[in-house]
């Protein structure tokens, strides 16, 4: 075979390879990577790269230093799942940087870490005055977590002592003018509920570049044409304000009836829409 044959051959091989090799590498992006996952990255490609443009004259040898290379870290990560002693030799430990909302300086210090870049660290996490940090700590990834005082964070829906229904996946039912399928059937939908809410919306299948359901069963289009507004699904919201303009109504009706078996009928009605409303609202109002 002459030069160019070879070329050809291992880069084709090796494309195939470099394929495998990275489906079963750790999936970490560069922002989380390790210095130590940079570098086997770094040499995993440099060895290939050789190997394919033929600069290792003994390809048996390049491809061992490439399985080791290779094999060695999905050990590593295997022993470190089994020993949190080895994890701690292989990524070092978590450091407090802030505790009880005093900053540990020391921590700082042995992180290399400015304090003009400590404060862009938190600014980037929407800590952007010091005195509202009760914690922070860095992780072995370089990543600094922060933790807000008690009374900085956001109020949530717990603290008010307010119900919230919880939320499942949404689900792709269209995409680029095609009905998915495999979205509708996790659902619980079909094609003919998909056609009758398009018609209720006005718009062509056709015309729907991105279609989506949400858990309370709301479907979300955007389409291909920017100009045309979609009206938005209010079902829900409806459904509420209907059942409260009729408990509503049964408390009118009981205030003006001369009749007191029809007074008690509408004002016990009344007392039973009124707890019902309040179970609904966190799954219609949210």
Request: charged share 25%; no cysteine; glycine share 4%.
């Amino acid at each position: 075979m002459n030069t160019w044959s070879i070329l050809l051959f291992n880069s084709i091989v090796l494309f195939f390879l470099t394929l495998v090799i990275s489906k079963y590498m750790k999936k970490k992006t560069l922002a989380r990577a390790t210095p130590f996952d940079l570098i086997s990255y770094a040499v995993i490609a440099i060895i290939i790269t050789l190997i394919s443009l033929n600069l290792i004259n003994n390809i048996y040898f390049g491809l061992t230093t490439l399985a080791v290379w290779f094999l060695m870290p999905l050990i590593l990560d295997y022993a470190s799942m089994r020993s949190k002693w080895v994890y701690n030799a292989l990524h070092g430990k978590e450091r407090v940087l802030i505790k009880n909302g005093k900053v540990m300086e020391d921590n700082l210090s042995k992180e290399r870490i400015t304090g003009q870049e400590f404060l862009q660290e938190l600014r980037s996490k929407k800590a952007f005055n010091l005195a509202d940090v009760e914690f922070a700590v860095m992780e072995t990834t370089g990543d600094i977590n922060v933790n807000l005082k008690a009374d900085k964070k956001p109020v949530t829906a717990s603290d008010l002592g307010k119900q919230v229904g919880s939320k499942t996946e949404p689900q792709t039912v269209i995409l680029d003018g095609n009905i998915l399928n495999e979205g509708l059937t996790n659902a619980g939908l079909n094609q003919g509920w998909l056609t009758t809410q398009l018609e209720i919306k006005g718009v062509t299948l056709e015309n729907v570049f991105l279609g989506q359901v949400d858990s309370s069963g709301d479907l979300y289009i955007d389409l291909f044409d920017d100009l045309i507004q979609v009206p938005k699904t209010e079902v829900k919201e409806m459904l509420y304000a209907s059942i409260e303009k009729t408990q509503a109504d049964l408390m009118s009706f009981s205030l003006d009836s001369d009749n007191e078996a029809a007074k008690t009928m509408y004002s016990q009605n009344a007392e039973k829409l009124e707890k019902i409303i309040k179970k609904l609202e966190p799954h219609l109002l949210r």
